[in-house]
């Protein structure tokens, strides 16, 4: 797939941009704090509704705009697929209630406004960061996070299951100190509960399938990567074990992958079930949540060692590509369309070789867009074939 044409209303120093966009490879060059990565973030944003940073959505907005009776930024896109041709709008509107203001998010598919997880599936997109090193030796949320954007982008129930399981968890951990503080009845719990297991469950289900999938895939490149040395494992560590068995009953082996028990979503929400009733005490005494998808933890395995623990630099940074490059591929198996690539100065921190190898992997892609503050990192070859554009100031110029 590809976007066509790209139109940016106030979205970060972009006041104004419209633009057919090319196929194939695309480089954005330009000194620091032009706009090269904004654009990037605006690509991603069409098909996840958010930011690669954690941070808030109202940032986005222009810093000018914000000084408007009601202030706001729009993405609007053309996007070929396979299948079809679609229009996706995104709009950020600030309200002015007073005070700070509440942001508003607006999506509308061909014109037709619908949910934020009615987004999943349409555009799909895979961003490579200097930063993502983060997703192997970061904090347990920066992978979570990481699972949850890729999912989210392919698998609507799951989009639409992490929406309402955020919501749950504020309600569940809101009631839960409240009744450690306060006192009260445990059964206010049951509602809440069941509201989590249906969710939970079907994330945890969801999850444990992408990684299997992701780790098949992963494990030849890594391989590759590494001239054959190292296999990657993605072991996935949920906050509770689904395979344990209930009391009284036999467990299974522990060496046995999570993903290969043939564990149902209804079996997952079973045993979350009873995890929380066995654990409802100790909830209520500490006031808070202890276990469900929001703790789970996903650990990278090289040649028999965890690389985020253990690993060097550069095997982190080799776990890291085996991912994203696996991550695409997935998207294209699970979407039947090649996602949109985006690549943040990623090339700089490669060697030559490595440089040549990545860049020959995306050859397949309908659309790729590059940023670089120096177009010497490509070679040659590739930036002949390539769409090179100046980025200034919140302006592109083709060249
Ligand atoms: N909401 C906003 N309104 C206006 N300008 C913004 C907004 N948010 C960020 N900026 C500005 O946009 C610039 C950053 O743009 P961007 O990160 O896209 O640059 P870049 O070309 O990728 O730079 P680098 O080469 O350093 O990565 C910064 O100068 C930042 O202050
Ligand atoms: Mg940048």
């Not at 929001?294 to 090289?302: G, N, Q, S």
Request: proline share 4%.
């Amino acid at each position: 797939m590809r976007v066509r044409h790209l139109s940016l209303t106030n979205f970060r120093l972009y006041a104004r941009l419209e633009s057919a966009l090319p196929a194939g490879p695309l480089i954005l060059v330009g000194a620091n704090a032009q706009g090269k990565t904004s654009l990037l973030e605006a690509l991603f944003y069409l098909a996840t509704a958010q930011s690669h940073h954690a941070a808030s959505d109202r940032q986005l907005i222009n810093f000018l705009a914000l000084h408007e009776t009601q202030p706001f930024a729009r993405i609007v896109a053309e996007v070929e697929t396979q299948r079809e041709v679609l229009r996706i709008e995104i709009r950020l509107i600030l309200e002015a209630t007073g005070g700070e203001g509440r942001l508003r998010k607006e999506i509308l598919v061909n014109g037709v406004k619908k949910r934020l997880s009615d987004l999943a599936g349409r555009v799909n997109v895979v961003l490579f960061l200097p930063q993502d090193m983060a997703i192997v030796e970061g904090s347990p949320s920066d992978r979570r996070r990481y699972l949850d954007l890729a999912l989210s982008q392919v698998d609507a129930r799951y989009n639409f299951a992490l929406g309402e399981y955020a919501k749950v968890l504020a309600q569940r951990n809101a009631l839960l100190k409240q009744l450690q503080e306060k006192g009260g009845s445990a059964d206010q719990l049951d509602f809440w509960d069941e509201q989590l297991c249906e969710h939970g469950g079907l994330m945890m289900a969801a999850r444990i399938a992408a990684l299997a999938e992701l780790e098949a895939i992963a494990a030849p490149i890594h391989r590759d990567l590494t001239a054959g040395a190292d296999s990657l494992r993605l072991a996935y560590h949920p906050a509770f074990d689904p395979t344990a068995a209930p009391e009284g009953q036999l467990g299974l082996p522990l060496q046995v992958p999570v993903h290969q028990v043939g564990l149902s979503v209804q079996d997952i929400q079973a045993r979350l079930r009873q995890k929380l009733q066995a654990t409802r005490a100790e909830e209520i005494a500490r006031g808070m949540t202890l276990t469900g998808p929001h703790r789970d933890e996903l650990r990278f395995i090289a040649g028999g060692i965890d690389v985020g623990t253990y690993g060097s630099r550069g095997q982190a940074r080799t776990a890291v590509l085996a991912l994203k490059l696996a991550e695409m591929e997935w998207m294209r198996r699970r979407s039947g369309d090649w996602p949109i690539l985006l690549l943040d100065e990623v090339l700089a921190e490669l060697d030559g070789n490595r440089r040549r190898d990545l860049l020959s992997r995306l050859n397949g892609a309908d659309q790729v867009v590059l940023t670089t503050t120096d177009l010497n990192l490509f070679p040659t070859e590739f930036r002949e074939q390539a769409a090179v554009w100046v980025v200034r100031n919140g302006a592109v110029a083709q060249t």
